[in-house]
């Protein structure tokens, strides 16, 4: 049956909606574009990139932060959150950029790191040349030992590897408090129950809005409130899932809320009111508490990330998460890659028996990656997030189909997850590579100077420049999906069609479907015009039009 009968709600897109339904492109800027030759991307590096994300199609740029920072974690270690990394730029080139954005007709999103500081940050710096119990150390949680000071005062995991706690020792070697971290020792958690802590972040939020940003990516946001009584609890192992709760003394407690409510008055004082949009690792049921209109208005949904290439998980968490987003108010978000995960790509190209997370935190490095598998479902994958109502993300590089780079030499690996589980997971590098976008400049157009990160040969198959030549590229296919999502994009609920189990096909407004075949045999294509596909949809001389293993395709059905 195909319910294109169905009558769907209009949701009007006034400007203060305008994140409802965008295309949101994730920067992350160390490894986007090189202005200055010095082998780091920069700010002016994106602003001489947006008329390439205009022509894209893209609604909005989401900057992954260009703070100071000494890049303990790719950044997300901040010692001052209303600057810029002078190696990135200055404040004058964020606004040029922003105008240039603007200029465009895309919104700027930026990210805000609450949960902890840089241990450069000045705050830090205070708190160590501060005595145990001073207002400077109140501001993040130190704590005594155990045992006489020489056992961590809890059990608590850093999310990189070993404890989350991490002894000071004064100049004479006296060792003294310790201080929690649940990332890196460079990245010192803050004391959310602290009021001066509470007033800085909201002098941050009004920082960046008055300069005109549009909205703020959320880092962490489920890990500001913790239950920090003594004796401190044992947290939940992370394997068994968070409980639902908001009994666990770290992560995902019922009082965090109340800081985003803060929040929700600040983004508030302007027009259009400034989005935001939650990082929040809880259990399904507990997301859409940080997506409310009365907090942060939206939160990530990361599980396609997670999800195998199969049609009964892909349709499970789109139905789940179109409804969890309806009980908030929210619109929902999709995400298929980004800076933390392996390239979806290279994830749809291993061998189906590959141990998931493990595996993929290990860097890829299998040599039984398949890739026109892995692109093929790639760029089907795509078309099929690009189709759903809410929010896509999409993150720099997967617009060109490319791999996660596995080979990068240990000696160069910078990702603190490899440090600290002492190099047995390889972390994130593999998908923050610089971009190739021109195969007949150094560094692949990047930049002049070599990139931070190595590029690998292959990169010249994907880089802009080539793809941009290409009708069948991923770029081409990426530039006409956009431009076809705007538009027919309207309403904010789809109404599915069940002909197939290997199938997954919906329909949006006006007769526009999107059909996935995710086996790799060929289904029955349903009639209608086809708008576009993301591989090439033959018709047998005198047979009926069919649908190709692992492809998507949009139709009109009249
Ligand atoms: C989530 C960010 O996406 C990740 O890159 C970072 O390492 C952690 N938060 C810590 O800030």
Redesign the pocket.
């Known amino acids: 049956m195909t319910d294109t009968d169905a009558t769907p709600t209009e949701v009007p897109v006034a400007d203060a909606d305008w994140w409802r339904q965008a295309t949101v492109y994730q920067v992350y800027p160390r490894s986007f574009a090189d202005s200055d030759g010095d082998g780091l991307g920069d700010i002016a590096g994106v602003t001489s990139r947006v008329p390439y994300l205009a022509q894209l199609g893209v609604d909005a740029i989401w900057l992954s932060p260009f703070y100071p920072s000494e890049l303990a974690?790719?950044g997300?270690d901040v010692a001052d959150y209303r600057d810029v990394d002078p190696r990135l730029g200055t404040l004058a080139d964020f606004d040029d950029m922003v105008a240039a954005a603007h200029g465009a007709g895309l919104k700027v999103i930026v990210d805000i790191?609450p949960n902890h500081t840089s241990d450069q940050h000045v705050w830090f710096r205070e708190a160590l040349a501060s005595e145990p119990g001073s207002p400077a150390r109140a501001r993040y949680v130190f704590r005594d030992g155990l045992d006489g000071g020489a056992t961590p005062p809890s059990t608590w995991p850093s999310n990189f590897g070993g404890s989350a706690w991490t002894r000071l020792t004064r100049p004479d070697g006296t060792p003294e408090q310790w201080y929690l971290h649940l990332?890196a020792p460079e990245?010192p958690d803050l004391d959310w129950s602290n009021p001066e802590v509470r007033d800085d972040f909201k002098a941050t939020l009004r920082f960046w809005s008055d300069r005109g940003v549009d909205g703020f990516r959320v880092?962490?946001a489920h890990g500001l409130a913790k239950d920090l009584v003594e004796p401190l609890r044992d947290a939940n192992p992370k394997d068994f899932g968070l409980p639902t709760d908001g009994s666990d003394p770290l992560y995902d407690r019922d009082e965090v809320h109340e800081i985003f409510q803060e929040w929700r008055e600040v983004l508030d004082e302007y027009d259009p009111p400034r989005t935001a949009v939650a990082?929040a690792w809880v259990a399904r049921e507990r997301v859409s508490l940080y997506a409310r209109p009365t907090e942060l208005g939206q939160a990530f949904n990361f599980e396609l990330t997670r999800a195998e290439f199969d049609p009964a998980e892909f349709r499970t968490i789109i139905e789940s998460n179109l409804e969890l987003a309806a009980e908030s108010g929210a619109s929902s978000t999709w995400v298929l890659s980004n800076?933390?995960v392996v390239r979806h790509a290279t994830r749809y190209g291993l061998p189906a028996t590959t141990d998931g997370d493990a595996f993929l935190l290990s860097g890829g490095t299998s040599p039984e990656l398949d890739r026109a598998t892995g692109l093929r479902r790639a760029r089907a994958a795509s078309m099929l997030m690009l189709a759903l109502p809410g929010s896509a993300y999409v993150y720099q590089g997967e617009e060109l189909g490319l791999f996660e780079v596995a080979d990068i030499p240990d000696d160069q690996l910078q990702d603190p997850v490899w440090i600290r589980t002492e190099h047995g997971l390889k972390g994130r590098d593999g998908c923050r590579v610089p971009l190739p976008w021109d195969t007949s400049s150094p560094a692949f157009g990047f930049g002049t100077h070599e990139p931070h990160l190595p590029q690998p040969a292959w990169f010249a198959d994907s880089a802009v420049s080539v793809e941009e030549g290409d009708a069948d590229s991923t770029l081409s296919l990426y530039r006409r999906a956009l431009a076809l999502r705007h538009q027919l994009q309207r309403g904010e609920d789809l109404t599915w069609v069940d002909d197939d189990p290997a199938v997954v096909h919906f329909a949006r407004h006006d007769g526009w479907h999107s059909v996935t075949n995710f086996s790799t045999e060929a289904a029955a294509l349903p009639e209608g015009e086809v708008l576009l596909s993301s591989g090439p949809v033959e018709t047998p001389a005198g047979g009926a039009a069919q649908l190709p293993g692992e492809t998507t395709v949009w139709l009109r059905v009249r």
């Open positions: 974690d790719g997300y790191v990332f990245q880092d962490v990082e800076h933390d």
